[in-house]
């Protein structure tokens, strides 16, 4: 395991100070959450497919897509997915 120094505000300091001994999942679920945020925006953009923004994200097709629904992005779904999907 790797110790890792970082640098936050005093405020953002006391709202972490519940989650101190589970700071290493706090940022795995955030990273996860970056990791999806910026493979929907490349989608978005016209980019990249769900699927492979899905992938570079880690999570699944239908975590991507739900994701994106939650965030009012409404996926297409041609037979390219479909097939990616089911492989």
């Excluded at 706090?26 to 923004?53: C, N």
């Excluded at 880690?58 to 992005?73: C, D, I, K």
């Amino acid at each position: 395991m790797r110790t890792v120094t970082i640098d936050v505000s005093d405020e953002l300091s006391a709202e972490l100070e519940p989650y101190r001994d589970r700071l290493g999942d706090l940022l795995s679920i955030a990273l996860r959450d970056v990791r999806m945020a910026e493979g929907l925006a490349l989608f978005q953009q016209g980019a990249t497919s769900l699927w492979k923004a899905a992938r570079t994200a880690g999570v699944s097709l239908r975590e991507m897509t739900q994701y994106a629904v939650a965030h009012g992005v409404r996926a297409p779904v041609d037979e390219e997915t479909l097939q990616e999907e089911l492989a």
